[in-house]
């Protein structure tokens, strides 16, 4: 048998969300049917809902936190200081490839280009002047080659003439390299002109937008993030234990409000963090609907595998008794009738079969899934309590039942779940102080 890898256990359900079953406890507690026993409370028996157990096995799923990113996400920082005086989009702008997003003050950069160009002209004139001495050195080397032939001038001034015209050809190497350093400035300062203009560099959405005209901008400064919205990732971090059971291609589900998203895990990095041990997945998700927001955290269950074969019991069922302090189910010892599907799904005022006798049975939890978990030592076929816990009291208890399948016991429990979801998000979208 397979553990959960994390040894996770049901932790008690919060009190807001039970406010969602109190309705139907209140129901159950009302419909003994017995005007006497309601009349004196030391004869009131409390009535609860109970599913049969089942055998099977589970789906093995680790659950994670992940993080919703944007494909091709990037965060746009200038390449230049300079003051900010345009911003040409808002938050929730489409943009193409190009497409100008702030403009900043280009009046410096654009008197630094024409400095620089002049300093290309003027090393060409350089060049130009260099070049000519060359010619006339080397004709008056040439000159007095022709000469020195005849006998008509020293060796002296022959040799003057020589060093004049390899002079004038050093002249012209070190005019083409002023040349060659004007005009790198000057196209330096030609991309820093373009600069002032910030363009997407992909097609995109824009968010985060945090520049506003006006205000100095630097290399270090966000301006906004670009990302393509319409296919997201869920990032999710996974330690080297995990990495047994955990694989690229295994089915993943995504808790999105009431809604489940499937998709296989795309990427698993194969490089660990040297402290922490941990490594960084990726779930790729089609986002057309735009329900999936960068930055978002969601639920991940990844699927590993499955359980052996064991018995099986709703979530709600388990049930950490508050006097033993240990985590068991209520089974019923005595018989429960079956009654038909349409009344055990029945509204208020349901079935009710007659007084039953429960006992505690503390349970270890083989595996958990979202709706029912792997117990031992609770048989197949059992009776166990699924919705009532808490009026039951002891270790041994009576109390009437009405049973239920467990279609009844999963939608109940995707109401709760629903439920907590609800109050989570209401605590995160509240204002400091408030609760």
């Known amino acids: 048998m397979k553990p959960d890898p994390d040894g996770s256990r049901l932790r008690p359900l919060r009190m807001p969300a039970l406010l969602l079953v109190a309705g139907v406890i209140m129901s159950l ?21 109970a599913v049969r157990a089942r055998h099977g096995s589970l789906p093995l799923t680790q659950r994670l936190s992940g993080v919703v990113e944007a494909q091709n996400q990037v965060e746009l920082h200038p390449e230049i200081t300079a003051v900010v005086t345009d911003v040409l989009v808002v938050d929730g702008d489409a943009v193409e490839a190009g497409q100008p997003l702030v403009r900043l003050r280009a009046t410096e950069f654009e008197k630094r ?15 130009r002047r260099a070049e000519a001495l060359a010619r006339e050195a080397r004709a008056d080397y040439a000159r007095l080659q022709s000469l020195a032939g005849e006998d008509l001038t020293s060796q002296a001034e022959l040799e003057a003439a020589q060093a004049r015209a390899e002079t004038a050809e050093a002249e012209i190497e070190l005019a083409e390299a002023r040349v060659e350093q004007a005009l790198a400035v000057a196209e330096e300062e030609e991309d820093n002109l373009a600069r002032t203009v910030v363009r997407a560099p992909l097609a995109g959405s824009v968010g985060n937008r945090a520049v506003e005209p006006g205000m100095l901008a630097n290399p270090s400064t966000r301006l906004l993030t ?6 997201v990732r869920v990032e999710i971090i996974l330690t080297d234990r995990m990495l047994a059971d955990i694989h690229e291609g295994q089915r993943t589900e995504i808790l999105l409000g009431g809604a489940l998203l499937s998709a296989p895990l795309a990427r ?10 941990t490594t960084e997945a990726e779930i790729d998700l089609d986002n057309r609907d735009r329900r999936l927001k960068p930055g978002m955290f969601v639920t991940v269950d990844v699927f590993y595998g499955e359980s052996e074969e064991a018995t099986l019991v709703p979530v709600s069922a388990i049930y950490e008794h508050p006097t033993l302090g240990v985590t068991g189910v209520y089974v019923a010892r005595d018989e429960v009738p079956d009654v038909p599907t349409e009344a055990a799904e029945g509204a208020d005022g349901g079935f009710l079969s007659a ?13 958990e899934g979202r709706m029912e978990a792997a117990v031992r030592p609770v048989e197949p076929d059992a009776w166990v309590v699924s919705l009532g816990q808490n009026l039951l ?13 467990w279609r009844r016991v999963e939608r ?4 709760l779940r629903e439920d907590l979801m609800r109050e989570l998000n209401q605590r995160k979208s509240a204002p400091d102080g408030e609760s």
């Not at 007084?355 to 595996?367: D, G, N, Q, T, W």
């Not at 109940?412 to 109401?415: D, I, N």
Request: with cysteine; glycine share 6%; charged share 15%.
């Open 268 to 277: 698993i990095s194969p490089f660990l963090h040297p402290v922490s041990h």
């Open 412 to 415: 109940l429990q995707s109401l």
């Open 393 to 405: 009291g002891g270790e041994d208890a009576r109390a009437r039942v009405r049973p239920v399948d």
């Open 226 to 231: 670009l990302g393509v919205l319409d296919s």
């Open 29 to 49: 507690a009302g419909c003994t049917g017995d005007p006497q026993q309601q009349a004196d409370p030391e004869r009131l028996i409390p009535a609860v809902e």
């Open 113 to 127: 280009l024409s400095q620089a160009q002049a300093n290309h002209r003027i090393a060409l004139a350089q060049l």
């Open 355 to 367: 007084p039953v006798a429960f006992a505690f049975v503390p349970v270890e939890i083989l595996a």
